[in-house]
């Protein structure tokens, strides 16, 4: 299984970044994948969650009603665009992949899926 992020960069509060987590070597339909970030200093925290097996979503508090995840299974790639960005946005952003099976509402948020992407930089100036 391979993940790969892009897309992050630099924008003003405001503003607004589409990442991409392109995803190869593993069944579509068997997976969810997870948009996760990590701050300086701070734990990694779940942002959002697409669960292709079950097609529900899921997002933190943090960013609910801002950001939206999506999939197009055609390219085998999954989106985050996150809108109204804020400066406590700022992180490297990942993306991951776990058994669809496996995630549910009370769990999806945890770091434990078994794949995860090299990671993309977020920064958002006030």
């Known amino acids: 299984v391979q993940l790969v992020e892009s897309g992050g960069g630099l924008v003003q509060a405001g503003g607004s970044l589409r990442l991409s987590c392109a995803a190869s070597?593993?069944?579509?339909?068997?997976?969810?994948i997870i948009w996760y970030r990590q701050a300086p200093g701070k734990e990694r925290e779940g942002v959002a969650c697409i669960n292709h097996g079950d097609g529900r979503t899921y997002y933190s508090d943090a960013v609910k009603g801002r950001f939206l995840v999506s999939s197009d299974k055609a390219k085998n790639t999954v989106y985050l665009q996150m809108n109204n960005l804020k400066p406590e946005d700022t992180a490297v952003y990942y993306c991951?992949?776990?058994?669809?099976?496996?995630?549910?509402?009370?769990?999806?948020?945890?770091?434990?899926?078994?794949?995860w992407g090299q990671g993309t930089q977020v920064s958002v100036s006030s």
């Open positions: 070597g593993l069944k579509w339909d068997d997976f969810a």
């Open positions: 991951a992949a776990e058994t669809s099976v496996l995630v549910s509402p009370g769990s999806w948020h945890v770091p434990h899926a078994p794949f």
